[in-house]
């Protein structure tokens, strides 16, 4: 194993722990203040469709041998970028963006206080039943295609590699907008409480790593198609970043210290309640 073969599995290692890592301590930040005030459900509501989408392709390009064809006639013979521990972390995703979920719809069985946040946005559920639909539609088509099956180069007609990508593609609008109602919730609030910081910061790191580990695999196989092919995960990595600077900026600069304001029908914790991760 050569040098960049070392650090891509590294890094691919160190993103996935990051990332992973990140969806605790929101989660644990709610039990502990028994309360998901100054959140709102719109993020793990629509992350928990997000990671579907995204463990539906990975599975699709790391285990079809169909996709894996099809992929390789359109990219001269490459292979996808999409690593075991993609699939690994999409799953682990899922799995936590569903439980955070329930915090907020089930808060009772949680034993939470009522909050304001709990209701999911219009926003948020248009662009949720709309991406389902869109990619039910894509899904349709390519049933109708006579070519769906075709490993050939040069293929014009639509294939199951094209409702793959459809599918990859539901994460990555939800990436781009995911993150909006809750930096909305604090800027309303003037303030971050509630909302974990420590997610940020690992999410932040692992959108780092992510980014490189892909630059080093598409060098290695001396062709950027395994950027351009896996659109999807190099927009994680820089979507995800372009937000977390925003939160930190909100946390560490412009809401510092901040206690925020009640909400109608809410009570913010007393200051020795307060529990900031």
Not at 59 to 75: C, D, E, N, V
Not at 215 to 237: C, E, H, M
Request: hydrophobic share 45%; net charge positive; glycine share 8%.
């Amino acid at each position: 194993m050569g040098l960049l073969d070392f650090l891509s599995a590294f890094f691919g290692v160190i993103y996935f722990a990051a990332w992973s890592v990140s969806f605790y301590p929101q989660p644990m930040l709610n039990l502990r203040r028994k309360s998901t005030s100054g959140t709102t459900v719109d993020f793990p509501l629509i992350n928990t469709l997000g990671f579907t989408a995204y463990l539906t392709s990975n599975m699709a390009f790391y285990y079809s041998p169909l996709i894996r064809a099809q992929y390789a006639a359109r990219y001269k013979g490459l292979t996808p970028t999409v690593k075991f521990n993609d699939i690994a972390f999409a799953a682990h995703g899922l799995l936590l963006s569903a439980i955070t979920t329930s915090q907020y719809f089930y808060a009772r069985a949680w034993g939470f206080a009522p909050s304001m946040g709990s209701r999911p946005s219009r926003f948020i559920l248009s662009i949720f039943f709309g991406c389902v639909v869109g990619a039910v539609i894509i899904i349709l088509v390519i049933l109708g295609s006579p070519d769906r099956d075709n490993t050939r180069e040069g293929v014009s007609s639509w294939i199951w590699l094209d409702a793959i990508y459809a599918i990859s593609y539901v994460k990555l609008l939800i990436t781009l907008i995911k993150y909006t109602p809750q930096v909305i919730v604090n800027y309303r609030n003037r303030s971050t409480q509630g909302w974990s910081i420590l997610q940020i910061l690992l999410d932040f790191t692992g959108g780092i790593l992510s980014i490189a580990q892909q630059s080093i695999d598409s060098y290695l196989q001396r062709d950027w198609s395994g950027i351009t092919g896996n659109p999807v995960k190099f927009a994680l990595g820089n979507v995800s970043m372009i937000y977390d600077l925003v939160f930190m900026t909100q946390h560490y600069v412009l809401y510092r210290n901040a206690d925020g304001k009640p909400q109608e029908g809410e009570s913010l914790l007393r200051e020795d309640e307060e529990i900031r991760i």
